[in-house]
């Protein structure tokens, strides 16, 4: 389990007075956890790279258009929520909960998304899908901490203001341990520079303020990139 020091990136620290006690503990916990201060990566190679998803951290997965960023998001959701055990809150906006959904189930289920939204699944692909999620179902009714909520943001205005309060409601009320964000851009409707930098910066103070990691997905521009 991950040891979550109740510090924020914006406390002062007195070194000497916690050093001694903090660095022990974290020395225990990189051993345990195999070199890990957060949750670890679905993927060895960013294991190995990284000491993991760490709280107060934002992670952006930028590319273009169909070049499957939200399928890698729903796979380190999923890991997270199934492997990781994580109190999971999901943001979208470009797809539907209901399209997210299905995307995750079939991911948790380790079963094809296009034989599913085909109806082409074999009896034991089915039998394995719906084992997997009542598993889950079970999990939760034994109230076990791990949860996950889908939740649809509305259209971002010019600035992101009144996306990121209804964002912060949502979390007050689910208390997140992680919080993951489908097409973040759309949390505003301006695509200049400045406003998408401003919308990074309130992204990283959510993370910060909340106390748990934020990974996003963002897609690029073409016009931006000329």
């Known amino acids: 389990e991950i040891s979550r020091e109740s510090v924020s990136l914006h406390d002062d620290i007195d070194f000497g007075a916690t050093a001694f006690d903090a660095i022990r503990q974290e020395v225990r916990t990189l051993k345990e956890a195999g070199g890990m201060l957060g949750y670890p990566w679905p993927w060895d190679i960013l294991n190995d790279a990284t000491p993991g998803i760490e709280d107060e951290s934002l992670y952006i997965f930028y590319g273009r258009p169909k070049s499957r960023k939200t399928w890698t998001l729903m796979a380190i959701t999923a ?128 993370a910060v303020n909340l106390k748990v990691p934020v990974l996003c997905t963002w897609q690029a521009n073409r016009e931006g990139e000329k």
Request: aromatic share 6%.
């Open 79 to 206: 890991h997270l929520y199934v492997k990781c055990g994580a109190r999971v809150l999901v943001w979208c906006r470009e797809m539907s909960p209901l399209q997210l959904r299905r995307r995750l189930a079939c991911t948790i289920g380790q079963v094809s998304y296009g034989r599913y939204t085909k109806g082409l699944m074999h009896e034991e692909e089915e039998d394995d899908l719906l084992d997997a999620l009542a598993d889950l179902e079970g999990a939760e009714a034994r109230g076990d901490e791990s949860r996950m909520l889908i939740t649809r943001g509305s259209q971002g205005g010019d600035n992101a203001s009144k996306s990121f309060m209804e964002l912060q409601a949502k979390a007050d009320e689910f208390r997140p341990t992680v919080i993951i964000m489908d097409s973040a851009y759309h949390m505003q409707s301006s695509t200049k520079w400045r406003d998408i930098a401003e919308l990074t910066r309130g992204l990283k103070n959510l």
